[in-house]
């Protein structure tokens, strides 16, 4: 396999945000809400955490001496915290989940490109889009554009990973941004090229590695086999997950406003 390590990544300055974006201010509801086990959290950095939280991080803690993980040394509270919300504070699932994320960082291929991974990109299979609401970054996917028969998933991957890291590392600014939007296009694919792989790989990979970082997914123009599906997978998500993800028809795009600036 052909790995490209180093792109050119000059273009993405352009993507940080104004000065301004430090005059952003979070209200307390959107930092957090709720108590317990049904609290959701969307700000993690120079925030105080409940006692509940700090309780939780210490047992995840525990956890994680017991089953011998080897996190990065660099990991904070936040780290820990986060993927103790992975799994709502079941701290024998958030383990699970933990022990995917450290296998998929100890791979000495993640965040580089396969030249089919590269061709993705250059296709505009999968871009930053520029920013939504409070300078949160948006990553576009074409999913009309993947050919189920011939687009690689490993491609697919990488493509995918490549814009997402990216965008943490050129958008978010702690405390001020820290999630995105992720706009996918269906262009209304149908039963026999709906690209359900592609779609279940992005959901993987978002909540496996990246956690508490979406804001909103828009999946745009979904034929009626896209919503069947959806109406039977969201019953598996967490209600907080659903919540955040919208299906959009042409003529029903000014959902997106509450989301993303007109211009």
């Not at 450290?102 to 999968?126: F, Q, S, Y």
């Not at 959806?230 to 042409?250: H, N, Q």
């Amino acid at each position: 396999m052909s790995i490209i390590h180093h792109i050119n990544q000059a273009s993405y300055e352009e993507m940080r945000p104004p000065i301004s974006v430090f005059d952003i201010r979070h209200d307390s509801h959107y930092v957090r809400k709720n108590e317990g086990k049904k609290m959701i959290r969307k700000i993690y950095n120079n925030v105080e955490f409940t006692e509940f939280e700090k309780h939780q991080i210490q047992e995840f803690k525990k956890t994680i001496k017991e089953h011998k993980f080897d996190i990065p040394k660099e990991w904070t509270d936040i780290e820990i915290l986060k993927f103790a919300y992975s799994k709502r504070f079941d701290l024998k699932k958030s383990a699970e989940v933990l022990a995917k994320h450290l296998k998929w960082r100890a791979d000495p291929n993640t965040g580089g490109l396969t030249e089919g991974g590269l061709h993705l990109l250059k296709e505009g299979i999968v871009y930053l889009a520029g920013r939504a609401h409070g300078y949160r970054p948006i990553i576009a996917i074409n999913l009309h554009k993947c050919d189920a028969k011939k687009t690689k998933m490993e491609d697919f991957t990488d493509a995918v990973v490549y814009i997402l890291k990216l965008a943490q590392k050129y958008c978010f600014v702690p405390y001020h941004v820290e999630n995105w939007v992720i706009i996918l296009e269906c262009d209304g694919a149908g039963l026999t090229d709906f690209p359900r792989k592609f779609v279940s790989k992005i959901t993987e990979v978002t909540t496996t590695n990246f956690q508490s970082t979406l804001e909103k997914m828009f999946i745009m123009n979904p034929s009626w086999f896209a919503k069947i599906l959806y109406e039977g997978a969201k019953l598996l998500l967490d209600p907080d997950t659903v919540s955040k993800i919208a299906l959009l028809r042409k003529g029903g795009y000014k959902e997106m406003l509450d989301t993303i600036p007109i211009d």
